[in-house]
């Protein structure tokens, strides 16, 4: 079992930058893809990004390819969100997760989760 801290969120203008964080305590860290997930206000949690442990091997949504990037430590336990050219529809509760998928882009498909740190960015 893992457990998964997220912070780093806050308040930024469009166009600034952010760099997430989430820590990571418990067993077998090496074992589990870790992804990020968001859900802003009124609608349904969405997956942004997730990271492979053995290899690095990414994915991203459309809605943040090319301005977010996702990387891993894993002997630090940490996987960081580091968004940048951030949108006012990029303003939402960020989650980290941890899945024993190989790649995995649905909530259902995760296993663990942390608590969310707010992202909100003002136009």
Same mark, same amino acid.
């Given at each position: 079992e893992?457990?998964?801290?997220?912070?780093?969120?806050?308040?930024?203008?469009?166009?600034?930058?952010?760099r997430?964080?989430?820590?990571?305590?418990?067993?077998?860290?090496?074992?589990?893809?870790?992804? #990020?997930?968001?859900?802003?206000?009124?609608?349904?949690?969405?997956?942004?990004?997730?990271?492979?442990?053995?290899?690095?091997?990414?994915?991203y949504?459309?809605?943040?390819?090319?301005?977010?990037?996702?990387?891993?430590?894993?002997?630090?336990?940490?996987?960081?969100?580091?968004?940048n050219s951030?949108?006012p529809?990029?303003t939402?509760?960020?989650?980290?997760?941890?899945?024993?998928?190989?790649?995995?882009?649905?909530?259902?498909?995760?296993?663990? #989760?942390?608590?969310?740190?707010?992202?909100?960015?003002?136009?």
């Amino acid at each position: 079992e893992v457990q998964l801290q997220a912070s780093g969120g806050g308040l930024v203008q469009g166009g600034g930058s952010l760099r997430l964080s989430c820590a990571a305590s418990g067993s077998s860290f090496d074992d589990y893809t870790i992804g #990020w997930f968001r859900q802003a206000p009124g609608k349904e949690r969405e997956g942004v990004s997730c990271i492979v442990s053995s290899d690095g091997t990414t994915y991203y949504s459309d809605s943040v390819k090319g301005r977010f990037t996702i990387s891993r430590n894993n002997a630090k336990r940490t996987v960081d969100l580091q968004m940048n050219s951030l949108k006012p529809e990029d303003t939402a509760v960020y989650y980290c997760a941890a899945t024993n998928l190989r790649i995995g882009v649905r909530q259902g498909e995760y296993n663990y #989760w942390g608590q969310g740190t707010l992202v909100t960015v003002s136009s």
